[in-house]
Every structure is written in C-alpha cells, then in structure tokens.
C-alpha cells in the first residue's frame, strides 16, 4: 500500500511517500539535484514499488523547496535538517524498522554521505556521488575525468586516427586539451570531494558506491576514488560499476541491475 505523507522541518512541511511493507529493513529515498521524489523517468517511485514488493518498507520526501515541499530550495548541502527529519519521520510512520538504509543519486548521494552520522540512518547507497565545484573561469566545461575518457574513446576510433594523420584535426588544440584534462588540482580541505573523503573515512556505517560507469559525474568520483585522500575510505569501502551512460540508470537492463545491488544492500547483514 502506498501512502502520501507530510512531515516538520525547520518550520516548513515536507511531503513524503511511503510504500509500505512487513520487512524491518527499510530503504529511505533522498532525491538528488532538483528532482520531486517520483525521480527522473519515475525511477524512484519504480524503484521503491519493486522493493516494497520484495518486502522491505520505502520511504520517499521532497527536500525543502522542491515538489509539494514548502521552503525555500537552497541545495543539497543545506539538507542536514532535511535528511535527519525524513529519517526519523520513516521510524515514525513504521515503528516496526529496526534498520534504515538511504539511498541518494549525485548530489544527493554527497548530501548522504556529509550528514548522515546526525540521523538515524544504518548503511548508505551512494550512486554517481557529485563531487564537481564550479570552476574559477565560471565556465560549464565537464570534469576532468570526463574530457580524458572522451580523448581516449577518439583515440582508439580509426576515423579520429584517419583524421588525426590527415591534418582535419587541431594538434596543438588536442595537446593542450590533453594536458589540462591530465593535470592534477590539489584539494584544500575545504573543498567539497576533501569533506567528501574525510566523511567516507570516518563514517560508522557500511556504505555501498554505484557507478554508472561512462557517466560524467561518475567518472569525476572515480577520478577523486583513486586520489590520496580517499585512500583510507578505499580501505573501508568497496565500489562497483554497471556498464551504462545512464546518471539515472534509466535503461531497463541499467535499472534491473540498480535493483540488484539494492536488495543485497538491504539483505540481512
């Protein structure tokens, strides 16, 4: 039975879907960018009617701002109060939970993972974690990782090769670009993927990474994975990829393996 609640926070009034079911395990749904809970290409309400089926109890909210929620929208790393609000309000509406698992896509999986000690919240799914500041020049260029893999896809099509030998392709262009896509920015500790690795290293509860593998916000958390400040998170954690493009696995094979991972995160531990 799915049921359409609302809920406190910070003075405002949340609104929220449960999908209800008898499991004490319970998947709580934090919606990522500026997505209402029904998710991109109804993903999230496809999502948690296939797990509420499975047995285990789903709850979905829109952050302040957003959908049927009041307030005012102020991004994702103003949703501390949001996140420990939702969960709570899930025990609350079934009081049989005895665990909580949130799941959170892009910034809302960065949102997850800076706040989630505060609620009560018992393992995380971080699916394309954002970690992607805007840039000095303001531009909207994509991340680093993201220019390099797009070089390397050229360089092994014989067409780019063709061109490349017949002059139709800038060389200087293609060095420099290489070079600036290859040069490493060091993180001061304030910057959002430094919180991010400093968070993963430090939280209390398992946590479960999903990447889309050749989507660009995927390939910039991959890049900052294999960096230095993330190795005592790589030591804790562990980190699979599904063969897609698709930032919200919306694709039928990239959704029945989202599901996959999500019932073994759910399963008992």
Known sequence: MRRLISFPCAGETLAATLDEAPGTTGLLIVSGGNEIRIGAHRGMAELAATIAASGHPVFRYDRRGIGDSSGDNNGFESTAQDIFEAASAFRREAPHLTRV???????????????????????????????IEPSAEGNDLPPAAAIRSRYVEKLKNPRELLRLLTGDVNIRKLINGLAKASAKQSQPPTSLPARLATSLAATKVPVTILLAERDNTALAFADHWKSPAFAPARTRHTLTTCPTDSHSFARPADKAWLTDQVHAALAPE
């Open 101 to 131: 698992v949130a799941f959170g896509n892009c910034d809302a999986a960065g949102a997850l993972i800076l706040f989630h000690a505060d609620a009560p919240i018992d393992a995380l799914i971080l699916t394309n974690p954002w970690t």
